[in-house]
């Protein structure tokens, strides 16, 4: 049997975190969350996510931050990372890629449809690697 896939989803809004982690769920991923980066840190150093679905403006330690110090790290650098951003902020999250890459990116609202063949094809990328 294939072991379950793990998605943190990192938000600061606690409805999109909640939505995100029942459709995930729905789906048979096994998820966690987080509503600030600094949160999101501690469980990811403790759980090692397959995958992180991460909000760039947050409390605490926002989105670009956390991703950096993701990919500083050999342990943490190898996470997929797909960015959930509100409208208007393409043009940031160009940007965070050049920085520090991430797998993709979602601007919110999306639907749900979306989200799901987006971490499918992260995840499949990455099982082939």
């Known amino acids: 049997m294939e072991k379950k896939k793990k ?15 029942e459709a995930l769920e729905d789906e048979g991923y096994q998820t966690l969350g987080a ?25 605490k330690i926002d989105g670009y931050s ?13 996470i997929p990372v797909i960015v959930i951003s509100g409208r208007g902020q393409l043009r940031d999250l160009f940007l965070l890629n050049q920085e520090s890459p991430i797998a993709d990116f979602l601007e919110k609202p999306f639907p749900v449809k979306l989200l799901l063949e987006k971490i499918e094809q992260v995840l499949t990328a990455e099982t082939a690697d």
């Open 7 to 21: 998605v943190l989803v990192v938000d600061d809004e606690e409805d999109i975190v909640y939505l995100l982690q």
């Open 35 to 59: 509503y600030n980066g600094q949160e999101a840190l501690e469980i990811v150093q403790k759980e090692k996510p397959d995958l992180i679905l991460l909000d760039i403006m947050m409390p």
């Open 66 to 78: 956390l991703n950096q110090q993701l990919k500083k790290h050999q342990e943490t650098q190898s």
